[in-house]
């Protein structure tokens, strides 16, 4: 009887809990990917400072951040980490890194 109202409450508490479902989308035109979640945020704040020096530096060092080409297909990795800022992950079709974006940045 034990095994079974746990076994209950484990399913309770799977259905009760929020679920971040795997989302296939594309980008818009002229948009913005970071590998780390960080970088995106640097970007974003040297935009607001009107910073463009700084935003070049990044964009310029080639490993940190790039122009997603419009129409690019991307998997948005919902979750936790997602729900600040509107900053959320997501991986490029075909590759395993997660990199980071704002969802304005797809289409929905």
């Known amino acids: 009887m034990i095994k079974i109202k746990l076994l209950l409450c484990a399913i309770i508490v799977c259905f009760g809990a929020p679920s ?5 989308t594309t980008f818009k035109p002229n948009e913005i990917a970071c590998l780390k979640k960080e970088d995106y945020e640097k970007l ?3 935009v607001g400072d009107h910073n463009d020096k700084a935003f070049a530096e990044i964009m310029d060092s080639g490993d940190k951040c790039l122009v997603v080409k419009s129409g690019t297909s991307v998997t948005i990795l919902d979750g936790e980490e997602a729900k600040a800022n509107g900053i959320i992950p997501f991986q490029f079709k075909g590759n395993t890194e997660r990199f980071w974006a704002q969802r304005e940045a797809f289409i929905d």
């Open 20 to 24: 971040y479902a795997l989302q296939e």
């Open 44 to 46: 974003l704040k040297y």
